[in-house]
């Protein structure tokens, strides 16, 4: 388990609290959040979670996404499964932003409000999981996005169970595992795997991208939301 550093290096990606008062100003159309198949089939990932802590045993469901379900939902969609449950969701955009840094920063939305902060792809904060990711530096992992290399320091800051929060500098790893050809629903997406491998005393994790060729855009990942909540399985269904 990670042990305290406190809040003296907090990161510089600290865009939580500003990322979620987006979801007024920018991207939420509140329209695209009702009569939406996709976004009303998705179970609740919170939900989920909270009744796994209770010992009650989920029983996994899958919605099998079609090309008319998509075409049936309004705006952007992402489809997440955290490894934990197995149990699938679909998030919508509830904010989007560019600052001094690489990448842009979206919120996503979960169906019972749960929020998922991406930058480029790249989980750089939670909201109401448990034991949310505050915020994470993502430079490191995007600048190998590129098939050049990356890694590097990843400070990552985690909710501890006392209330506080902690500070942890990962040390990362940028692994380039070549062209690989994925399935989004009915179309074939040429990309980029990249692996990243991050560790800090006796925590690690590994990250899993998989970036368009052309574009670079991410379109599927598999990665690390902190020690309590785990794994998530993301993909973008629909830009």
């Known amino acids: 388990?990670?042990?305290?550093?406190g809040m003296t290096r907090l990161s510089i990606s600290?865009?939580?609290i500003s990322g979620l008062a987006l979801a007024g100003c920018s991207g939420g159309d509140k329209r695209s959040q009702t009569g939406s198949p996709l976004l009303q089939a998705g179970?609740?990932?919170l939900g989920a979670v909270k009744s796994r802590r209770a010992g009650k045993g989920a029983v996994p469901t899958r919605v099998i996404v079609t090309r008319k379900l998509l075409d049936e939902t309004?705006?952007?969609v992402m489809q997440v499964i955290p490894d934990k449950t197995g149990l699938q969701d679909f998030m919508f955009i509830a904010g989007r932003r560019s600052d001094s840094y690489p990448g842009t920063v979206e919120v996503w939305r979960s169906s019972d409000g749960a929020h998922l902060i991406l930058r480029n792809g790249v989980l750089i904060a939670t909201k109401g999981l448990g034991g949310d990711m505050r915020s994470?530096?993502?430079r490191a992992a995007i600048a190998g996005f590129d098939g050049r290399g990356g890694g590097g320091e990843r400070l990552i800051?985690?909710?501890r169970q006392d209330g506080s929060a902690q500070a942890v500098p990962f040390?990362?790893?940028?692994t380039q595992l070549g062209r690989?050809?994925?399935q989004i629903v009915d179309q074939r997406v040429s990309t980029y795997r990249v692996r990243e491998d991050c560790s800090y005393r006796d925590t690690s994790f590994t990250n899993e991208y998989w970036v368009e060729t052309s574009g670079g855009r991410m379109r599927k990942s598999r990665q690390w939301a902190g020690p309590i909540f785990g794994y998530v399985a993301f993909e973008r269904l629909k830009n």
């Open 171 to 174: 040390a990362c790893d940028m």
């Open 136 to 138: 994470a530096d993502a």
């Open 180 to 182: 690989e050809t994925i």
């Open 43 to 45: 179970t609740a990932v």
């Open 157 to 159: 800051t985690l909710d």
């Open 1 to 5: 388990m990670v042990e305290g550093l």
């Open 14 to 16: 600290l865009i939580l």
């Open 74 to 76: 309004p705006g952007e």
